[in-house]
């Protein structure tokens, strides 16, 4: 699908993950400053901008507000989503010793970011064992890898449920929204955008569900939809 061109003049809105997706690569945390300054391009056009990941509310709440991004933050992926000055949780509490008790069993390292976390937490490395699987399923929660990090929750839903409460905050159809990712924590997320759109590295699972592949990969993979979608505004 890489090959086709999508009609993506409708789109009033981007959502983006972060990590893999706006980074350089999938195995670093350094934001693409290029990229950055294309999606400041969008908003310039009235085409506004935000982030869902699986990264705590503060972080990716600080991102957004310095880098120009005003469509809105969904964080701890899908349970918390802020939108034009408005912060609401859609998720069940995850008590913090269950998140001890899981990094103890399996010899994790905590994510620095779950101080921060009430819903979901996150451990490195990012491999999910079978083992790990059937903890998790004994417990009623959900394990996913990021690619980045294990990731720990109640919430059965994944992103889209965040992406589901943001659109509605938002007063906007999904079908005027594109989303852009690179993991199998994405796919829930596709699922609640008009357009969905997987860069080139990204996992097998999130390529299937996708509208168009680009030809890049991570944040190159960005700036070439953004490309686009400014190339289409302004031959309109």
Request: charged share 30%; aromatic share 8%; hydrophobic share 40%.
């Amino acid at each position: 699908m890489a090959s086709e061109r999508l009609d993506l003049r409708k789109v009033r809105l981007v959502l983006a993950d972060l990590d893999g997706t706006l980074t350089v690569s999938r195995d670093s945390y350094k934001l693409d400053l290029e990229t950055i300054a294309a999606l400041r391009r969008l908003e310039k056009l009235g085409i506004k901008v935000g982030l869902v990941s699986g990264n705590s509310y503060p972080v990716l709440r600080g991102l957004a507000t310095y880098l120009g991004l005003s469509g809105g933050v969904v964080a701890e992926n899908g349970c918390v989503v802020y939108h034009s000055g408005t912060y609401v949780a859609v998720c069940e509490p995850l008590d913090r010793k269950i998140a001890k008790e899981f990094a103890d069993k399996f010899n994790l390292r905590e994510s620095w970011q779950n101080e921060f976390r009430r819903f979901e937490y996150a451990f490195y490395p990012a491999t999910v064992s079978k083992e790990m699987r059937e903890w998790a399923e004994l417990r009623g929660l959900m394990i996913k890898s990021s690619g980045y990090a294990v990731h720990i929750t109640k919430n059965t839903e994944g992103k889209g449920r965040g992406v589901r409460k943001l659109l509605e905050m938002a007063g906007i159809d999904k079908s005027y929204v594109l989303g852009i990712g690179d993991s199998d924590t994405d796919v829930e997320f596709f699922r609640e955008v008009g357009v969905r759109v997987a860069v080139a590295n990204a996992d097998e699972s999130l390529k299937s569900a996708s509208d168009f592949i680009t030809r890049s990969p991570s944040s190159e993979g960005v700036r070439e939809i953004v490309e686009i979608i400014v190339e289409e505004r302004e031959h309109e």
